[in-house]
C-alpha cells in the first residue's frame, strides 16, 4: 500500500509522546520529508465528531462495544481520507495513536480481549500496520497524574476530553499491561522506550531511531537542505505537512 512511512506513538496520557511527535515532525520537516501529521481519534472533520462524543467525560454509559466500534469508525475515515493518500504520495505519516491504542484501552482497560480488536482492524482497516511504533512507557503513577492535571487545566463548562483519565487505577493498570504484551508480541515493530527522561534525551533517541529506519527504506533524500526552513504550526494535531 505504502511508498512512505508509518510511524505511530503510543503510550499512556501524560506519557509525552503528543510532546515527541511534534518535536519529531520539526526534525523531519528540517530534513525536508514531506511530513504528515494525524491522531486518532480524530484527524478528519468526522473524526473530530467521534472524538467530541469519545473522551468527553459527560458521555456516559457507552458500552464498551460502542465505543470500540466508534474508535474503528474513526480509523477507517482517517485511513480513507489522510493515511492512505499520504502515504502513497510518499510523505512520513505521524500518528498519535492507532491500533495498539484500542488494544490497551478497550482490549485491556475495558476487557474485551485482544482477538475482537484485531479482528475489527483486519477487517476495518485493511490490516494496514505501522512500519514503526514509539511507545512511551515512563512512570505509571506520574504520567496518570499528568494527564489529570492536564485535562482539569484545560476543561471548560463546554467541552473535555477526561473521560478515560477519569477511569480508576485499575483500568489504567490493565491498559499499561496490555501495551507491554503487544510490545513483547510484536519486538520487530515496537520500540519501547522506558523511564523519565528529559524531553530533549527522548527527542535525541527517537530522531536518532527514524533516521536510521528512513534511510533504511530510502526515504531520506540526499541534497542538501537548510535547517528550519520549514516552521511547525501553533496547532499541528491535525496539520498535513507536504514538500
Known sequence: MADGFFLTFEGLDGSGKSTQLRKLATHLQALGLGVTVTRQ??????????RGLLLDS????????????????DRAECIAEVIAPALHGGNVVLCDRFTDSTEAYQGGGRQLGSEIVLQMHR????GLQPDLTLLLLADFDQSLRR???????????????????REDEAFHRRVYDKYREIAAREPDRVVVIEGDQTIEAIHRQISTLVDEKLRAAGLLPTASFTPGEKQMPENPDKARFTP
Open 58 to 73: 459527560k458521555t456516559d454509559h457507552l458500552a464498551p462495544q460502542a465505543e470500540l466500534g466508534l474508535m474503528f469508525s
Open 41 to 50: 481519534p480524530g484527524g478528519t472533520r468526522i473524526g473530530d465528531r467521534i
Open 123 to 126: 477487517t476495518m482497516c485493511g
Open 147 to 165: 494527564a489529570r492535571r492536564r485535562n482539569d487545566r484545560n476543561a471548560t463548562a463546554e467541552h473535555d476530553e477526561a473521560r478515560f483519565e
